[in-house]
């Protein structure tokens, strides 16, 4: 059995032996950690660093989650809807005027935490590059029409999603979403997650692996089409894409977001009050996702429980390729894992959901 490092509690000894199988099976290098009430119980890393696993997997190594950045995107909108410097239920426009363009003058800032705005990918021919840059991507999607009436349906707004939030945080508060994350969030909890990634970190990353069909060959064509070595690229990691290009660990992931399992605090550090955290259960949309074409839940920002868990006051996301985090705040339990090689598929994968059961096991064995 592949050989793990870090710490587990005896009660999540089942942890632990989910990630040696998933290393001994599809894994590379991966990191897990488990958070109840607010404190870690599992802190464990193993595997390699590379792809020719000749680089182990150290405690403080890094990569990149896509899309479970997105959580932390959402929990900074939460934090300054919580503090009365934003409505939830307010027109984007009411921070952003230009934003109100093309028919877009009703579209909620709850509609783009909730993947409804109707603004799911770029209309207007879109480079990788244009990624990098701020103003040419955020003034392209204030002068898009939406694709449907905001609210009334929901496409996931895989890259999208973290402009439309990052230019609302950045004009409500002056500061860029990574500046904002890293000031208000990472720094008084002591997280290393990053989102715009310092070259000082640059030797502490384990580069994705990219899956064989990249992209997805059953999803819509992408716009703009991301090529498999952008995400290890210089360029990806110094750019703020605050959808998808966070960099982190399991238990970097873990200390922010177990903030809402705990009600808003943790290990001495407050940033939500209760009131903020259940904000996350107004459900925005129950049905069909038009680009993911799968049922989903969504609450302000999060997935929300469809049955498959099993308390009702839990939330999710996860990364493209594997990675996921889930907060349940019935349980107080914040469990975290993020690897570096990918498998193909939007939703996740059994890498991570066998880490979600063992953590279950420990908590009610």
């Not at 959402?74 to 984007?92: I, K, S, T, Y």
């Not at 109707?118 to 040419?136: H, I, M, N, S, V």
């Not at 990806?236 to 660990?249: D, S, T």
């Not at 939330?315 to 390729?321: K, L």
Request: proline share 7%; aromatic share 8%; glycine share 12%.
């Amino acid at each position: 059995m592949a050989m793990t490092h870090g710490t587990c509690t005896a009660r999540f000894g089942a942890v632990r032996e989910a990630l040696a199988a998933s290393l001994d099976d599809k894994d590379v290098g991966a990191s897990v950690a488990v958070y109840v009430d607010g404190e870690p119980e599992v802190d464990l890393w193993g595997g390699y660093a590379d792809v020719d696993r000749t680089v182990p997997w150290e405690r403080d190594t890094l990569t990149h989650v896509w899309s479970t950045t997105k959580t932390m995107t959402a929990l900074c909108v939460l934090m300054l809807a919580d503090r009365g410097e934003l409505d939830l239920h307010a027109p984007v426009a009411r921070y952003w005027p230009e934003f109100a363009a093309a028919g877009k003058e009703d579209v909620r800032v709850s509609h783009v935490l909730s993947h409804t705005a109707g603004l799911p990918r770029f209309e207007a021919p879109t480079t990788l590059e244009d990624l990098y840059d701020w103003p040419t991507v955020t003034a392209r999607l204030a002068a898009q029409e939406p694709a449907w009436k905001p609210g009334t349906e929901a496409g996931y707004h895989a890259m999208t999603q973290g402009y439309l939030l990052g230019e609302i945080v950045r004009r409500v508060t002056g500061r860029s979403l990574g500046t904002f994350l890293a000031e208000e969030v990472t720094g008084p909890l002591g997280a290393d997650f990053h989102i715009g990634l310092a070259a000082e970190h640059d030797h502490r990353v384990a580069p994705i692996i990219m899956p064989p069909s990249s992209p997805p060959e059953d999803g819509p064509p992408p716009n703009p089409h991301i090529p498999d070595g952008a995400p290890n690229s210089t360029a990806w990691r110094r750019a703020e894409i605050p959808a998808a290009n966070g960099h982190g660990n399991a238990r970097s992931v873990a200390a922010v977001q177990s903030l809402l399992s705990c009600g808003g605090a943790a290990r001495g550090v407050r940033l939500l009050s209760e009131q903020g955290c259940e904000r996350i259960f107004e459900e925005q949309f129950d049905g069909i996702d038009s680009v993911l074409r799968v049922p989903m839940r969504y609450g302000m920002g999060y997935g929300l429980n469809g049955g498959q868990l099993p308390n009702p006051r839990t939330c999710f996301w996860g990364g493209w390729g594997g990675s996921l985090i889930m907060v349940d705040l019935d349980a107080r339990m914040t469990v975290a894992y993020m690897m570096n090689k990918m498998i193909d598929g939007d939703l996740g994968d059994e890498r991570g959901f066998s880490i979600l059961a063992a953590a279950y096991e420990g908590l009610t064995g």
